[in-house]
């Protein structure tokens, strides 16, 4: 967590194949076991925004899957800041408009 925005501008570009100018936030958590750092960096059209919290007690959970890296909502990305369990976490049935694209194919928006 000793990164700074210019190398962690270069983790977004080397490693993740991404543009860190382009409006995504980026977030970035300490290794395991401790796992209790997270920075957050967005582009603001200006300057980079930068976000640092170090918990006192306790670790953040990471979201599951194989992969270093993760595209995540923003309500999962509280839940995760807040410290609730993801896992316990149940989603109520909501409607979702599928709309066709020109290729006839319906896509969930």
Request: aromatic letters at 8%.
């Amino acid at each position: 967590m000793r990164e700074g925005l210019d190398s962690l501008c270069g983790l977004i570009r080397n490693e993740l194949g991404k543009d860190p100018l382009d409006g995504e936030l980026f977030v970035f958590f300490n290794f395991q076991p401790t796992r209790n750092q997270i920075k957050l960096l967005l582009w603001e059209q200006d300057g980079f925004s930068m976000y640092q919290k170090k918990l006192e007690r306790g670790t953040y959970e990471l979201p599951e899957g194989k992969d270093s890296h993760h595209r995540i909502s923003s309500d999962k990305l509280n839940l995760i800041l807040k410290g609730i369990s993801l896992k316990s976490v149940r989603h109520r049935t909501r409607y979702q408009h599928q709309e066709k694209n020109p290729d006839g194919v319906q896509e969930v928006l």
